[in-house]
């Protein structure tokens, strides 16, 4: 069976058609309605993709008809909407847009009143709601209204300029592939207002043709992004999904640095900067953290996989115990942003590091111990799950397993995971391996995982 | 009686906002809609209604999912809407109004590619799509958009009017004009039509569409007393009262008189025949004034079952130049597009004025007077054959016409029975040339039919 579309706890996500239809977004934002729990306007954004166009017309019309105003922010990133979440004061808000999936797909985002995504007992609840189809639309005197405000990113550049010393980034030679998404109008504001020496790349907002699948993976930043930096002779070359809440990067030799490396990076960064402090990453994610965070007296905190896990150990921790959190995919969370997903102060994070520390970002890498990663993909068959998991459990019960996602082993050289993702009906095989190995480990596993798949 | 709050019915989806019109609703039958019309392009407008924007975006919504573009023309009156899309050429078109009910209701209206309601089969094979669920749901390549178009539509309505009436010999007479738009989806375009476009000196109430229907929003001699005192306090040589999405017209004169809508039906023919020959069509409740009217012009009058959509089929199969349901105040002109329109009304009437000098009074004693006389009862269902065929035998002596309902016709008068089409009651209406007989035979009928 093809599945096209994932109701879970992140929102709702499919290809539009025959998966995402208009009515998930009128059932979806009349039970958000329904789950905030205080008054006041929600929020929305959304993506340049034309079935986004569609959504928005369903959401608006149940939040309206749910007693709702809706103040829309019009086509800006996930993370502008965020911080207009806080800055007005609304209820939530909810972002169209199915940031580093292809055209044909669509997604809907959920975020409270505090800007972040729902931890796992709100999204229950959220989904309890929607599944009980516990609607409640209004009389024809209470029905909402929609406004409009285009103020949203000046605002949130506000927010980044107080953070990062921007004027100080003009040395670094910068190329950034928008993948015909949000981060261009950002990028554009930045360089008129800081005269940063930017080249962009896909910079127009497409809504049915992307220049390339808008995904922050080594193959596109390989495909254009790195043969321009090199071209250019850039310093840095940086990869936005579409709603540019993560990236990946490559520097002067155009070659991706791997996207594990991102978060390694600005730990690298808020750690010298916030000592002793902790990382949260999730079980999938490089060993380096912990090398990296040993070097400044932190410690990583490991979560399952998905974004909410991550919301939950953050609701663990005092803000001011964390310095950062993230994933391997380039997403990554800085307390000053108060845990959002956001690219580009990722961007603006890594570029003070390259200019605070005087290094290239190859200068920065290669001072690490090297490590070597695989990660693969195998499609499911959900039923033949448990077994395989208790296979792999019997094969290496003679080390340390964790099995709060799937079953993650750590060897003496390395350590391998394997769950089922929470966004696709595949098996994921991650393994790492100090020193080369990681070849080897992945095909034993593949071959294990081939046989129960 | 049960309360009707919401019907997914031939006429379309109307209901209640909230509990039982809900956003789901509207955008399932606009994705209904848009498959049925095959993908292309989609007009739609609404009237004042608070709720209006809220089902705008579901139907939206709907129409893109079912790869529609959408073309949004905002607050529109209904026949500007219905010729828009004429003109246009879009595959169809969707009013979102409730046309007079009360202001918690709302509905859609459904249009086809010639800007014509849909007919009885185009509305049943639409409601089996409903029914089935079974849209068709666009991939992101195949959704197409919206646009907006806030401007043209009352241009190209006027564009269509102003050629079957002589302008200038109505700006040369300055009428001086009373209005009530209740707030209506009319209101502005009636003010810029009556004093740029026909240059009266207007007298304007409830004009602002922003603010809630001041009245009961269908427009009858019980709700337009602010009209009326108007008219007559301003001096005014007429008065037009409009419903919320423009298409009905009520019409008073200067002492602040309602003329009765099967009178203003009669004048708007009088004032076309005047001008071009041509055939009448009208449903079986018009008054008989229509036939003296056609008369004097040795023109026929088709009759033809109650509802817009009956009488346009009618007047197209029969080529008449002007028709109209009198009861309600629809007059319907083919010159400018086959749908209830209170622009064209207006423009007719105050021709016919400004063509012979006449006073709106004077013109209305010149039609043959005719008495009437108009109720309701319910009845429990299952009971209508009985109490059909006890009206039969009551009068031996009529003819029957069973086009819709039962028509009993007499020498000197005639009563129509119907059963409503949204609800479980009887109209009755009888018209008779002498009060006594009109009173007589509705005291007898609505005696008969309540024992």
Not at chain 1, 40 to 68: F, K, N, Q, T
Not at chain 1, 343 to 348: C, D, E, N, Q
Not at chain 2, 301 to 308: D, I, K, L, P
Request: charged fraction near 25%.
């Amino acid at each position: 069976m093809s599945q096209t579309l994932r109701i879970s706890t992140a929102g709702v996500r499919g290809i539009v058609g025959p998966g995402l239809e208009g009515k998930h977004a009128l059932e979806f934002a009349a039970a958000f309605s329904v789950f905030l729990p205080q008054e006041g306007p929600v929020l929305l954004a959304r993506d340049p993709r034309a079935s986004s166009d569609m959504l928005r017309e369903g959401v608006i019309a149940s939040l309206l008809a749910s007693g709702r105003d809706a103040v829309d922010l019009g086509l800006v990133s996930t993370p502008v909407l965020q911080h207009a979440i806080r800055e007005r004061a609304a209820a939530g808000g909810i972002s169209i847009g199915a940031s580093h999936n292809a055209a044909p797909w669509n997604a809907l985002k959920f975020f409270g009143s505090n800007g972040t995504y729902l931890n796992s007992g709100e999204a229950a609840e959220f989904l309890d709601i929607y599944h009980l189809r516990r609607f409640r639309f209004v009389g024809w005197e209470e029905v909402g209204k929609l406004s409009f405000a285009t103020d949203a990113v000046e605002h949130y550049l506000a927010a980044l300029e107080a953070v990062f010393d921007i004027g100080k980034l003009r040395g670094v030679r910068l190329v950034a592939d928008c993948s015909s998404g949000l981060s261009s109008i950002l990028l554009n504001r930045l360089r008129e207002k800081h005269g940063l020496n930017l080249t962009l790349l896909n910079a127009s907002l497409e809504n049915k043709h992307f220049s390339h699948e808008p995904n922050t993976t080594a193959r596109n930043v390989n495909l254009m992004l790195g043969p321009v930096v090199e071209a250019l002779g850039a310093d840095l070359g940086v990869l936005f999904d579409m709603d540019s809440d993560r990236i990946a990067v490559c520097g002067r030799d155009g070659k991706a640095v791997s996207e594990e490396l991102v978060l390694p990076l600005l730990a690298d960064y808020q750690l010298a900067r916030l000592p002793g402090r902790l990382v949260i990453t999730n079980l999938s994610t490089t060993a380096l953290l912990e090398d990296i965070a040993a070097q400044y007296g932190g410690e990583v905190v490991r979560v399952p996989v998905g974004r909410q896990h991550a919301m939950d150990a953050l609701a663990i921790y005092a803000a001011d115990r964390i310095a950062i959190a993230g994933e391997g995919t380039g997403a990554v969370m800085l307390p000053e942003f108060r845990f959002v997903y956001d690219g580009m102060a990722s961007l603006l994070a890594l570029m003070s590091l390259m200019v605070e520390r005087g290094k290239t970002l190859g200068e920065l890498v290669a001072a690490w111990p090297a490590y070597d990663m695989r990660k693969h993909e195998v499609p499911l068959d959900a039923k033949r799950i448990p077994l395989l998991m208790m296979r792999l459990e019997e094969r290496y019960h003679d080390f340390a397993r964790d099995t709060r996602d799937g079953l993650r082993v750590t060897l003496p050289y390395g350590w391998f995971h394997v769950r089922v993702s929470n966004t696709e009906p595949v098996v994921r095989i991650i393994v790492e391996t100090r020193g080369n190995g990681a070849e080897e480990l992945a095909r034993e596993l593949l071959s294990e995982v081939a046989a129960y798949a | 009686m049960r309360e009707h709050l919401l019907k997914i019915g031939v006429s379309g989806i109307r209901g209640v906002v909230g509990e039982f019109l809900t956003p789901l609703l509207a955008a399932d039958f606009a994705q209904a809609f848009g498959t049925y019309v095959g993908h292309g392009r989609v007009v739609v407008g609404r009237d004042t209604r608070f709720t209006g924007p809220m089902i705008e975006h579901a139907v939206a919504c709907g129409l893109l999912a079912a790869g529609c573009e959408v073309v949004r023309l905002g607050v529109q009156p209904t026949p500007t809407i219905q010729i828009y899309i004429a003109e246009t050429g879009a595959a169809g078109g969707l009013g979102i109004t409730a046309s007079h009910n009360p202001p918690e209701y709302n509905a859609l209206k459904l249009f086809n590619h010639e800007g014509l309601f849909f007919n009885h089969y185009e509305r049943s094979e639409l409601l089996d799509l409903f029914h089935q669920s079974d849209f068709y749901q666009a991939r992101n390549e195949e959704i197409a958009g919206c646009r907006e178009d806030e401007a043209s539509p009352r241009e190209r309505h006027v564009r269509k009017i102003l050629p079957h009436v002589d302008v200038e010999r109505i700006r040369a007479r300055r009428f001086r004009v009373a209005l009530d738009g209740v707030n209506g989806a009319g209101s502005r375009m009636s003010v810029w039509f009556l004093t740029e476009i026909l240059g009266c000196e207007l007298h304007a109430i409830h004009v602002d569409p922003t603010l809630p229907f001041p009245r009961e929003a269908e427009p009858k001699p019980e709700t337009l007393g602010e009209l009326t005192a108007l008219a007559k306090r301003e001096n005014c040589d007429i008065g037009f009262g409009q419903d919320p999405d423009g298409d009905r017209l009520a019409v008073c004169d200067g002492a602040g008189e309602m003329l009765d809508n099967d009178d203003v039906l009669a004048l708007a023919i009088e004032a076309a025949l005047a001008r071009a020959p041509g055939d009448v069509a009208v449903n079986l409740t018009t008054s008989n004034v229509v036939e003296d009217v056609a008369a004097r012009y040795n023109r026929r009058v088709y009759r033809a079952a109650v509802g817009e959509a009956n009488v346009v089929e009618r007047m197209r199969s029969v080529q008449a130049l002007i028709g109209g349901e009198g009861s309600s105040g629809g007059i319907i002109f083919r010159g400018v597009h086959h749908c209830r329109d209170s622009y064209t009304g207006m423009a007719l009437i105050l021709d016919r004025m400004a063509a012979t000098g006449k006073t709106l009074r004077e013109l209305a004693e010149g039609l043959p007077h005719y008495a009437r006389r108009s109720g309701k009862t319910s009845f429990v269902h299952g009971r209508l054959g009985g109490l059909m065929l006890a009206m039969e035998k009551r009068y031996p002596e009529a003819k029957l016409d069973r086009t819709d309902g039962l028509k009993l016709i007499f020498e000197d008068a005639w009563i129509h029975l119907r059963a409503s089409n949204t609800e479980p009651i009887l109209r009755v209406a009888v018209e008779a040339r002498e009060d006594a007989r009109a009173e007589d035979l509705f005291g007898d009928a609505m005696a008969l039919l309540k024992s």
